[in-house]
Nanobody, 129 residues
Framework: QVQLVESGGGMVQAGGSLRLSCAAS????????MAWFRQAPGKEREAVAA????????FYADSVKDRFTISRDNAMNTLYLQMNALKPEDTAVYYC??????????????????????WGQGTLVTVSS
């Protein structure tokens, strides 16, 4: 089992930046693919960005490409999401998620909610216009 704790959310004006962090604890000796999801009021949870255990493969939703960057520091057991040029439509609760992978899947990322058994509690990002 791994526990995930997000931080870094808050309120920012449109065009601003925020950096989310997700600290993992517990069985961190295992390999984990990880992702950031978000859920806006009245909408389904959607994948924003995902990264393989190796860090060499990444995914971005079209809505955040060229604005958001996902990265990870496996030595520090931390996942990041750098969010630039934020828009009001980015307002949502952002969740960190993790799934154990075997060594042959070290370069694989996952983008579906059901891929991930481990979730953080979420951090709210509010972008004002």
């Amino acid at each position: 089992q791994v526990q995930l704790v997000e931080s870094g959310g808050g309120m920012v004006q449109a065009g601003g930046s925020l950096r989310l962090s997700c600290a993992a604890s517990g069985r961190t000796e295992s390999r984990y693919a990880m992702a950031w999801f978000r859920q806006a009021p009245g909408k389904e949870r959607e994948a924003v960005a995902a990264v393989a255990w190796s860090g060499r493969s990444t995914f971005y939703a079209d809505s955040v490409k060229d604005r958001f960057t996902i990265s990870r520091d496996n030595a520090m057991n931390t996942l990041y999401l750098q969010m630039n040029a934020l828009k009001p439509e980015d307002t949502a609760v952002y969740y960190c998620a993790a799934v154990t992978v075997i060594s042959s899947n070290s370069n694989t990322y996952y983008t579906r909610n059901y891929n991930y058994p481990y979730w953080g509690q979420g951090t709210l990002v509010t972008v004002s216009s």
